[in-house]
Every structure is written in structure tokens, then in C-alpha cells.
């Protein structure tokens, strides 16, 4: 792990609250030059702590006005079973363009994926989103909405 200095801190703050912040601007509000901001920038590149730089997109702009947490639990895998619930769910989820973001959660059987939904949609929200996908081997019941 990449030890980082309070420099280096503010200037991951900076770039944080935004990416297109030119050189000069971040070296006039950390108190350093142009270049060496750009130093320690590389260098952060290099050593992996920046791993690239994204456009966030509001959702309400392009017509995701609700944001669904979808919680999807897998059976145990049993003895004898030829794939693992765990990574059949993994292989999956990954085409499924409703799911953003998926995590597991210690203390329950499950993991919430984030699917943003179109707005409007609270009728087939009640349903629960990623309805085409309940059929997916290894799911333990309906997903909870």
C-alpha cells in the first residue's frame, strides 16, 4: 500500500471533487508548483491509487429517477454440486445492464445490487427490477425489493 502525505491527501481531494482541475489549479490551492503536482500525480497513477478518471452522470438526467437496492440471496452450495451459487451469481449479474454496483454483506445470505430504475417505473418497482432474472440457478427465493 502507497503511503500518502497530506499533500498528497489534498490533492486527491481535489481531483475527487473535480477531475478536470488543471495542474495550476491544484498547485495554487495545495501551495505547491504546477510541476510538482504533476510529480505526485504520475506518481499516484503509477502506484495504482488513482485508477482512472470518470464522468459522473446524475441519474435524474437521463430519466433513472429511482434508485432500487435489490436484495438477492443464493442458496449454500451443496456438496456434490457441480458450480458454486456464488459464482454462477457472479457470471451473471455482470451482463445484467438494470445492476450498477453489487457488494456482499457479512451477517446475511446476501447481496444488494444497486439497479437504477427508470422514473415512472414504481409500478414494476413493486414487482421487483431485474424481474427477467429470478430464474437464475442458484437464487434462494424472489429477490426482496
Not at 498528497?8 to 495542474?23: C, H, N, V
Not at 437496492?69 to 445492464?97: C, I, Q, T
Not at 445490487?113 to 417505473?121: D, E, T
Request: hydrophobic share 40%; net charge neutral.
Amino acid at each position: 500500500m502507497q503511503a500518502l502525505d497530506k499533500l498528497d491527501r489534498q490533492i486527491l481531494r481535489k481531483l475527487q471533487a473535480d477531475g478536470r482541475a488543471t495542474f495550476d489549479q491544484i498547485a495554487d490551492q495545495v501551495g505547491l508548483s504546477a510541476s510538482a503536482v504533476l510529480r505526485r500525480v504520475r506518481r499516484l497513477e503509477e502506484v495504482g491509487v488513482i485508477d482512472r478518471y470518470v464522468a459522473l452522470v446524475r441519474p435524474e438526467s437521463v430519466g433513472l429517477g429511482l434508485t432500487a437496492y435489490v436484495n438477492v440471496r443464493l442458496e449454500k452450495h451443496a456438496e456434490g454440486s457441480k458450480r458454486n451459487p456464488m459464482d454462477v451469481f457472479r457470471a451473471s449479474v455482470m451482463g445484467w445492464h438494470e445492476v450498477v454496483e453489487c457488494v456482499a454483506l457479512t451477517g446475511e445470505d446476501g447481496h444488494p445490487a444497486q439497479a437504477p430504475q427508470r422514473a415512472g417505473l414504481q409500478d414494476q418497482f413493486r414487482d421487483g427490477p431485474c424481474q427477467e432474472h429470478h430464474s437464475l440457478a442458484g437464487l434462494k427465493g424472489r429477490p426482496d425489493a
